[in-house]
C-alpha cells in the first residue's frame, strides 16, 4: 500500500516540463505585450507634441497680418525639448479670397509618424 501511495503524490518529470512550457510561453506573450504598449505610448506622445507644434504652426499663421506666401516653407523648431521639422504648404482654393494651407509635423531624426494639419486662411 505504501507503493501505491507514494506514486500518487507528486508530479511527474513530464508534466512538470509541460506546465513550464505553458508558462515560459504566457510569459513571453506578457513581455511582448509590454514591449509594444511602451512603443505605442512612446509613439502617441510624439504624435500629440506633433500635433501640439502644428496647432502652433497654425496660430501663428493665422494670425499674421501679412498672408502666406504661395508655395512651400520649411523650419525647425524645438517644442517640448525635442527638435521638430515642419513643412507648410499653401495652395490656391476656388475662393480667390482664401488659400488652403497644409502642415506637416515630423520629429527631427525619425521615430515617429508625422502630424498634418490642414485649414483654410484669408488670401488678402
Not at 479670397?97 to 525619425?110: F, Y
Request: no cysteine; net charge neutral; glycine share 8%.
Amino acid at each position: 500500500m505504501s507503493l501505491r501511495r507514494s506514486a500518487q503524490q507528486g508530479f511527474t518529470l513530464l508534466e512538470m516540463l509541460v506546465a513550464l512550457a505553458v508558462f515560459s510561453l504566457a510569459a513571453l506573450a506578457l513581455v511582448r505585450l509590454q514591449g509594444v504598449t511602451l512603443r505605442t505610448a512612446a509613439d502617441l506622445d510624439a504624435k500629440t507634441l506633433g500635433q501640439i507644434v502644428a496647432r502652433n504652426i497654425m496660430v501663428e499663421t493665422q494670425t499674421d497680418v501679412q498672408p502666406p506666401a504661395m508655395g512651400e516653407a520649411q523650419g525647425d523648431v524645438t517644442n517640448g525639448g525635442r527638435q521638430w521639422h515642419w513643412t507648410r504648404t499653401v495652395k490656391a482654393t476656388d475662393d480667390k479670397r482664401l488659400v488652403q494651407v497644409d502642415v506637416t509635423v515630423e520629429p527631427q531624426g525619425g521615430g515617429g509618424s508625422p502630424s498634418v494639419l490642414s485649414f483654410v486662411r484669408v488670401a488678402e
